[in-house]
């Protein structure tokens, strides 16, 4: 009678593909938690770019509020103003120096503001709107207290118009101004030489003399 038999392994051979078995799933093990922590390190590394992004943004608005902070203050300096103002005046008599144009800076002390326009009309009471090259306002802190021209004209409650042409201004003057302590600054206008300057203190004027007043 025929007998049948199954390949027996060894002992020897069992254990080590037991041994086997345990090396891979122990393989598996480690490797899966490595690549789980390699996958946190580099979504956590992508966080961190965001970050930075979101902070540099953030001190980007921060430094440009504070820039317009500071530039809003100063334009509401007594300094500021009186610089912004002197120049107009010297813009004035600059560009009819260097033109036959006709400039003219009117100031109002009731609505505290001034204009700088360029007359291109025969009616100088008539003012247009393409002729207005500077619209400016003062504030507390820079006020005007009166006008004064050298003919001895004192404005202090309507509109005082200083022309400039050619040849020069058609009259000097002052315009006294008060800062927020109430000191005043003259800004004087000389007919002579075209210079605007800024004085401190209410200054006096050096009026025209008449002829009998003259030595020569």
Known sequence: MPTCTAPMHSDKSIRKYVVSAKICKADDTLTYPLDHRSARLHTG?????????V???????????????????RKNTFRAQVQDFVSTMQMAA???????????????????S????????????????????VENTFSDSC????????????????????????????????????????RPYSVVVNRLNRIVSLKEGDVGLLTPKDKEEMLF
């Open 94 to 112: 600059s560009a009819a120096a260097e033109t036959n144009k006709r400039y003219e800076v009117i100031i109002d002390p009731i609505q505290q």
């Open 45 to 53: 590394g992508l966080t961190l770019t965001e970050l930075v992004v």
């Open 114 to 133: 001034y204009i700088l326009r360029e007359i291109t009309s025969p009616d100088l009471s008539q003012i247009l709107e393409e002729e207005i090259i």
């Open 143 to 182: 006020r005007v207290f009166y006008i004064e021209f050298d003919d001895g004209e004192f404005i202090n409650d309507g509109w005082a118009k200083f022309r400039a042409g050619h040849s020069g201004w058609q009259y000097g003057g002052k315009i006294v101004l008060l800062d927020e302590k109430e």
């Open 55 to 73: 902070l540099v943004v953030l001190s980007l608005f921060v430094f440009l509020a504070q820039v317009n902070l500071f530039g809003l203050l």
